[in-house]
């Protein structure tokens, strides 16, 4: 198993371009999270799936969307990229049982360094 | 909404020393205490986690202690190594159910170097 997959590792954008970040997993998780991380901010929550064809807002979704059309995958886009969102940013996904309670244990991706000037 | 702190932002030991990075809570309904270690360029790996009912929990060199009244929770790393050199992460997040998707919270995060 690959677990949790991003493409592309490394990106450099100019200002006002777009693109999309691509994540894929093969856990047949339910949950999958967009964060970013900036240096001494920990990981924010930009955007999070509950299941395919569902998305919400986490705690910084301006100027992001995404997409889940697939269980599979979770498409992180940038319309109109600035400088402020350069940063790294990490795909996590975690599983969930509607059976029993759950603990969120993520797992992350390795992560897509993006560059905008 | 649930807010974490987590202190020191960096520590420095020397081989063999004991590590201690804290976290605070704020969220009653948080019963979900997972670690991350992140080595340079690499992803968040879970380290180890605890769930609120238990009061420690130990793996090897690593252990976490909770105190789900003081809102508090530690990592304590013994018989420190040059590989535990990295940045940890501590979370919170409330139990996952029907209901609640369960966010995790992070804090910002500790450098860790630990010096031969």
């Not at chain 1, 900036?38 to 979704?61: C, F, N, Q, W």
């Not at chain 2, 948080?30 to 769930?51: A, T, V």
């Amino acid at each position: 198993n690959a677990g949790v997959t991003q493409t592309p590792k490394f990106r450099v954008l100019k200002t006002g371009q777009s693109m999309t970040l691509l994540c894929a997993q093969d856990m047949n998780h339910e949950y999958m999270y967009w964060y970013r991380q900036d240096p001494g901010m920990g990981l924010r929550l930009i955007h999070y799936s509950v299941g395919e064809g569902t998305t919400a807002k986490g705690e910084v979704p301006d100027g992001y969307n995404v997409s889940r059309l697939k269980k599979q995958n979770f498409l992180l886009g940038l319309e109109s990229a600035a400088p402020s969102q350069t940063s790294v940013y990490f795909c996590a996904s975690s599983s969930f049982r509607l059976a029993e309670p759950t603990y969120n244990e993520q797992f992350f991706g390795p992560g897509t360094r993006l560059t905008v000037l | 909404g649930e807010n974490v702190e987590q202190h020191p932002s960096t520590l420095s030991v020397q081989e063999g020393d004991s590590a201690v990075i804290k976290c605070t809570y704020s969220d009653s309904a948080s019963n979900y205490f997972p670690w991350y270690k992140q080595e340079l360029g690499k992803r968040p790996q879970l380290i180890i986690d605890i769930r609120s009912n238990v009061g420690e929990k130990k793996d090897q060199r690593i252990a976490v202690t909770l105190n789900k009244t003081a809102k508090h929770f530690s990592l304590h790393i013994t018989e420190t190594q040059p590989e535990d050199s990295a940045v940890y992460f501590c979370a919170a997040s409330p139990r996952m159910s029907g209901t609640s998707y369960g966010k995790l919270t992070f804090g910002q995060g500790t450098i860790l170097t630990v010096h031969p």
